[in-house]
Protein backbone atom coordinates (compact mmCIF):
# COMPACT_ATOMS: atom_id res chain seq x y z
CA UNK A 1 0.00 0.00 0.00
CA UNK A 2 1.22 3.59 -1.17
CA UNK A 3 1.72 6.51 1.05
CA UNK A 4 -0.94 8.00 -0.62
CA UNK A 5 -3.23 4.90 -0.42
CA UNK A 6 -2.81 4.78 3.75
CA UNK A 7 -3.23 8.25 4.06
CA UNK A 8 -6.80 8.02 1.87
CA UNK A 9 -7.72 4.73 4.19
CA UNK A 10 -6.80 6.71 7.16
CA UNK A 11 -8.97 9.54 6.77
CA UNK A 12 -11.68 7.63 5.73
CA UNK A 13 -11.58 5.71 9.30
CA UNK A 14 -11.05 9.10 11.01
CA UNK A 15 -14.56 10.55 9.18
CA UNK A 16 -16.17 7.62 10.98
CA UNK A 17 -15.17 8.14 14.45
CA UNK A 18 -17.15 10.39 16.82
CA UNK A 19 -15.38 13.44 18.56
CA UNK A 20 -13.45 11.99 21.54
CA UNK A 21 -12.18 8.96 19.81
CA UNK A 22 -10.99 11.53 17.14
CA UNK A 23 -9.27 13.69 19.61
CA UNK A 24 -7.36 10.51 20.68
CA UNK A 25 -6.13 9.60 17.55
CA UNK A 26 -4.97 13.64 17.21
CA UNK A 27 -3.54 13.12 20.67
CA UNK A 28 -1.71 10.16 19.43
CA UNK A 29 -0.34 11.12 16.02
CA UNK A 30 1.29 13.94 17.54
CA UNK A 31 2.68 12.08 20.37
CA UNK A 32 4.61 9.79 17.30
CA UNK A 33 5.42 13.22 15.37
CA UNK A 34 7.48 14.66 18.15
CA UNK A 35 9.02 11.11 19.53
CA UNK A 36 10.10 11.04 15.51
CA UNK A 37 11.29 14.49 15.51
CA UNK A 38 13.29 14.06 18.96
CA UNK A 39 14.98 10.68 17.40
CA UNK A 40 16.43 12.54 14.35
CA UNK A 41 17.24 15.86 16.49
CA UNK A 42 19.03 12.81 19.34
CA UNK A 43 20.61 11.41 16.12
CA UNK A 44 21.70 14.43 14.43
CA UNK A 45 23.10 15.61 17.75
CA UNK A 46 24.95 12.73 18.33
CA UNK A 47 26.74 12.58 14.71
CA UNK A 48 27.62 16.40 14.92
CA UNK A 49 29.17 15.65 18.65
CA UNK A 50 31.39 12.34 17.19
CA UNK A 51 32.68 15.10 14.31
CA UNK A 52 33.23 17.49 17.02
CA UNK A 53 37.00 18.03 18.50
CA UNK A 54 35.79 19.58 21.95
CA UNK A 55 36.31 16.64 23.56
CA UNK A 56 40.14 15.50 21.52
CA UNK A 57 41.66 16.84 25.00
CA UNK A 58 40.78 13.93 26.76
CA UNK A 59 42.38 11.57 24.22
CA UNK A 60 45.80 12.87 24.97
CA UNK A 61 47.83 10.44 26.83
CA UNK A 62 49.37 12.42 29.56
CA UNK A 63 51.90 11.23 32.51
CA UNK A 64 50.91 10.66 36.14
CA UNK A 65 52.01 14.06 38.51
CA UNK A 66 50.68 11.76 41.56
CA UNK A 67 51.69 8.28 42.66
CA UNK A 68 50.96 6.16 45.53
CA UNK A 69 53.71 8.05 47.92
CA UNK A 70 51.91 11.10 47.74
CA UNK A 71 49.29 9.87 49.30
CA UNK A 72 49.08 11.21 53.34
CA UNK A 73 45.92 8.93 54.41
CA UNK A 74 45.55 5.63 52.79
CA UNK A 75 41.49 4.52 52.78
CA UNK A 76 41.32 1.05 55.06
Known sequence: ???EELIKKTIL????LPGEKLVEVHDFAEYLLARSENYFLEENI???SEKSE???FLENEEEDIYSV???KEKYK
Open 54 to 56: SLS
Open 69 to 71: SDV
Open 13 to 16: YLNK
Open 1 to 3: MTR
Open 46 to 48: KVL
